[in-house]
């Protein structure tokens, strides 16, 4: 055995089984071949249009097992493949949302892919515009401080949507009421095309302490130090502390979409220098130094999960598209309802 003990097991001082801790990985692994494949899809002229969240993985995953599971409520951005996939979406559910068919169960096939909603997992549906669904998750945890129920809302955004005012709002009526909620900035470093330094003059991090709660800054691709810091932010929230505000640190290997042109304001050596961050090898070869993983279970999980995306592509391809006469269905209240 290398090292300490402390360092090779470090997940369970945490609060995560061995089982567990190979879970998060394979869901990793899951949605980073679920963008893959949608990146293929979408140059093959099978799908419209994609947005990526390669590089983000790591920091969704290991916020989602980090809650509730079972009853808090989810507020994910349009990147957040790896953080729906965890709290129970499948691959078959996501393939009809990019295909835009009518069993799609986020939107029936209405809203751009990305655009998550599911009653039954308790995420909440989000809209186009950006940084809007933090004031929703602060009522949402207004309701859980009115009803003394011991959920959580979380919220999931970019650094750009820091800078709106919607942001602001949300975190200072949280601040105000003591709300529990989590906010977590997912810090890709570019706005679309707009670099951080453009955008910020501070951390996001910081901003919380204006409102009256606690921020911190934590390396998005280190899988471990995300779920400690998420699961000690619901602690609190759970015991009547109030919010956190979370700014994990990470880049988007990916272009912002795939009608982007990333290599217009980001050179390619950049973006090679941050795939050899790239927090999910890191958190593999964790796993391997804790004699959990080897090349054998590798090659297994990967053939289970090309398995998974192709049948989940191929059902998506041949769902029926919507009927026309659905335009209206979920418009208007339904009478007596």
């Given at each position: 055995?290398?090292?300490?003990?402390?360092?090779?097991?470090?997940?369970?001082?945490?609060?995560?089984?061995?089982?567990?801790?190979?879970?998060?990985?394979?869901?990793?692994?899951?949605?980073?071949?679920?963008?893959?494949?949608?990146?293929?899809?979408?140059?093959?002229?099978?799908?419209?249009?994609?947005?990526?969240?390669?590089?983000?993985?790591?920091?969704?995953?290991?916020?989602?097992?980090?809650?509730?599971?079972?009853?808090?409520?989810?507020?994910?951005?349009?990147?957040?493949?790896?953080?729906?996939?965890?709290?129970?979406?499948?691959?078959?559910?996501?393939m009809l949302?990019?295909?835009?068919?009518?069993?799609?169960?986020?939107?029936?096939?209405?809203?751009?892919?990305?655009?998550?909603?599911?009653?039954?997992?308790?995420?909440?549906?989000?809209?186009?515009?950006?940084?809007?669904?933090?004031?929703?998750?602060?009522?949402?945890?207004?309701?859980?401080?009115?009803?003394?129920?011991?959920?959580?809302?979380?919220?999931?955004?970019?650094?750009?949507?820091?800078?709106?005012?919607?942001?602001?709002?949300?975190?200072?009526?949280?601040?105000?009421?003591?709300?529990?909620?989590?906010?977590?900035?997912?810090?890709?470093?570019?706005?679309?095309?707009?670099?951080?330094?453009?955008?910020?003059?501070?951390?996001?991090?910081?901003?919380?302490?204006?409102?009256?709660?606690?921020?911190?800054?934590?390396?998005?691709?280190?899988?471990?130090?995300?779920?400690?810091?998420?699961?000690?932010?619901?602690?609190?929230?759970?015991?009547?502390?109030?919010?956190?505000?979370?700014?994990?640190?990470?880049?988007?290997?990916?272009?912002?979409?795939?009608?982007?042109?990333?290599?217009?304001?980001?050179?390619?050596?950049?973006?090679?220098?941050?795939?050899?961050?790239?927090?999910?090898?890191?958190?593999?070869?964790?796993?391997?130094?804790?004699?959990?993983?080897?090349?054998?279970?590798?090659?297994?999980?990967?053939?289970?999960i090309r398995?998974?995306?192709?049948?989940?592509?191929?059902?998506?391809?041949?769902a029926p598209?919507?009927?026309?006469?659905?335009?209206?269905?979920?418009?208007?209240?339904?009478?007596?309802?």
């Amino acid at each position: 055995m290398s090292q300490s003990t402390e360092q090779t097991f470090r997940h369970n001082e945490l609060g995560l089984s061995n089982e567990k801790a190979l879970e998060m990985y394979a869901t990793m692994m899951l949605a980073r071949k679920f963008d893959e494949r949608n990146m293929l899809l979408q140059r093959a002229g099978k799908i419209n249009f994609h947005v990526s969240g390669i590089g983000q993985e790591v920091a969704q995953v290991a916020a989602a097992f980090a809650l509730d599971r079972d009853n808090d409520y989810f507020l994910p951005y349009y990147r957040d493949y790896g953080f729906v996939l965890a709290v129970g979406m499948t691959v078959k559910e996501l393939m009809l949302s990019v295909f835009a068919k009518a069993e799609d169960p986020n939107s029936g096939g209405r809203q751009m892919p990305g655009h998550f909603g599911s009653k039954r997992l308790r995420i909440v549906t989000g809209s186009s515009p950006v940084t809007t669904q933090v004031p929703h998750a602060v009522g949402i945890a207004l309701a859980a401080k009115m009803k003394n129920k011991p959920f959580v809302s979380f919220v999931t955004f970019g650094e750009g949507s820091s800078n709106q005012g919607d942001f602001h709002e949300g975190c200072n009526f949280a601040g105000v009421h003591k709300l529990p909620v989590i906010l977590m900035c997912e810090n890709n470093q570019y706005a679309i095309s707009v670099p951080v330094h453009k955008q910020l003059g501070g951390r996001v991090a910081d901003r919380a302490l204006g409102y009256g709660f606690p921020g911190y800054q934590v390396d998005g691709n280190d899988a471990l130090e995300v779920f400690r810091v998420v699961k000690e932010a619901r602690e609190r929230a759970v015991a009547g502390e109030g919010p956190t505000l979370i700014e994990a640190m990470m880049y988007r290997i990916s272009p912002h979409s795939t009608s982007d042109n990333d290599l217009a304001y980001r050179t390619k050596e950049e973006v090679d220098e941050n795939k050899a961050k790239d927090g999910i090898p890191k958190y593999k070869q964790y796993l391997e130094e804790c004699g959990l993983w080897n090349e054998e279970l590798e090659a297994e999980l990967q053939a289970r999960i090309r398995k998974m995306v192709d049948e989940a592509t191929e059902y998506g391809d041949n769902a029926p598209f919507p009927a026309p006469e659905s335009v209206l269905l979920h418009v208007y209240a339904e009478e007596g309802r």
